[in-house]
Nanobody, 120 residues
């Protein structure tokens, strides 16, 4: 299984970016999908979660500005980021809890980081 993230870049404060995360490989079921971020010198933090039932949860710092969604037909998750602030700048990582077999437990898979830079 691979997670391919895309969509990072440079944006001015107040602008928007859209991150995508596509899972591929031998997938039976994708449970929850997540977006994390890690700024230089800081710990990785959970930004947004979406369950298989489309329930969502957000870090307080992004509530009302970021929206996570998923397309189960394409095994993708999207993080729409609006009203970006300089403090949102970080490397963003997607993670998915994926079952690859009808036997055994689902496992966590990570995508490569996607750099988001926000200029003030």
């Amino acid at each position: 299984v691979q997670l391919q993230a895309s969509g990072g870049g440079l944006v001015q404060a107040g602008g928007s970016l859209r991150l995508s995360c596509a899972a591929s490989g031998s997938i039976v079921r994708i449970n929850s999908m997540y977006w994390f971020r890690q700024a230089p010198g800081k710990q990785r933090e959970l930004v947004a979660t979406i369950t298989s039932g489309d329930s969502t949860n957000y870090a307080d710092s992004v509530k009302g500005r970021f929206t996570i969604s998923r397309d189960n037909t394409k095994n993708t998750a999207v993080l729409q980021m609006n009203s970006l602030k300089p403090e949102d700048a970080a490397v963003y990582y997607c993670k998915a809890h994926i079952r690859t077999s009808y036997f055994g437990s689902p496992e966590d898979y990570w995508g490569q980081g996607s750099l988001v830079t926000v200029s003030s």
